[in-house]
Each structure stands twice: as structure tokens, then as C-alpha cells.
């Protein structure tokens, strides 16, 4: 069985920086797309980024591009997302995602974690 953790959400200052962690077991981490996505109160699921099984290639939502940068260690079957600059509008559940093929917002993901709370304070 599949199963993805997300870590290191918490209460943050406007301009700080964070990394969540995403540990993926139950399958080949290494062959599978990992994404990540937000969602805020009141709004629908977004894509924020998407990274290929090897992680030679990326993807970023427009919102985050310049300041979020997803990466993978497979030695660890952890996928990161290092958040910089953070704005209050960043503010929201992030979860990650995995799926076999692509790494896109409109890729299909298969399974999905139980999110970590992201607070950006003004």
C-alpha cells in the first residue's frame, strides 16, 4: 500500500523560508512523477509544482515560480519543497501527490498525503 507523510508545515513570518518533506513507501519511489499541491480555505486544490521520477525535470505553478523549488532524494523516497520568500496568500494545506505518468497540474496523481498546515503571518 502507498503511503505518502508530509512534514514541516507550521505558523511562518511574511519573507521567511520553509522546506516540507513528503516520505513516499509501498512502491518504487524511483520510478514515479511526484507533485505538490495547496489548498486554502474556501478555495480549490492548485497545483504548486511537479517534478519528474529521476528529477531531471520540473514544473511550477506562475504564483510560486522564483520561489518554491521542488526536489527529490530517491535514496530516501523523500520528495522537498523549499519555499522562500513566503507571502501571506501562500498560506493553505499543502499535500503531495504521486502518479505514474507526468508531473504537470493536470497530470494524473494516483495518491495523495494528508497535507501539512503552511501559515504565512503579515
Known amino acids: 500500500q502507498v503511503q505518502l507523510v508530509e512534514s514541516g508545515g507550521r505558523l511562518v513570518q511574511a519573507g521567511d523560508s520553509l522546506r516540507l518533506s513528503c516520505a513516499a513507501s509501498?512502491?518504487?519511489?524511483?520510478?514515479?512523477?511526484m507533485g505538490w499541491f495547496r489548498q486554502a480555505p474556501g478555495k480549490e486544490r492548485e497545483f504548486v509544482a511537479g517534478?519528474?521520477?529521476?528529477?531531471?525535470?520540473?514544473n511550477y505553478a506562475d504564483s510560486v515560480k522564483g520561489r518554491f523549488t521542488i526536489s527529490r532524494d530517491n535514496a530516501k523516497n523523500t520528495v522537498y519543497l523549499q519555499m522562500n520568500s513566503l507571502k501571506p496568500e501562500d498560506t493553505a494545506a499543502y499535500y503531495c501527490?504521486?502518479?505514474?505518468?507526468?508531473?504537470?497540474?493536470?497530470?494524473?496523481?494516483?495518491?495523495w498525503g494528508q497535507g501539512t498546515q503552511v501559515t504565512v503571518s503579515s
Open positions: 501527490a504521486t502518479g505514474p505518468v507526468g508531473w504537470g497540474p493536470r497530470s494524473r496523481y494516483d495518491y
Open positions: 517534478i519528474s521520477p529521476t528529477g531531471a525535470s520540473t
Open positions: 509501498g512502491r518504487t519511489f524511483s520510478n514515479y512523477a
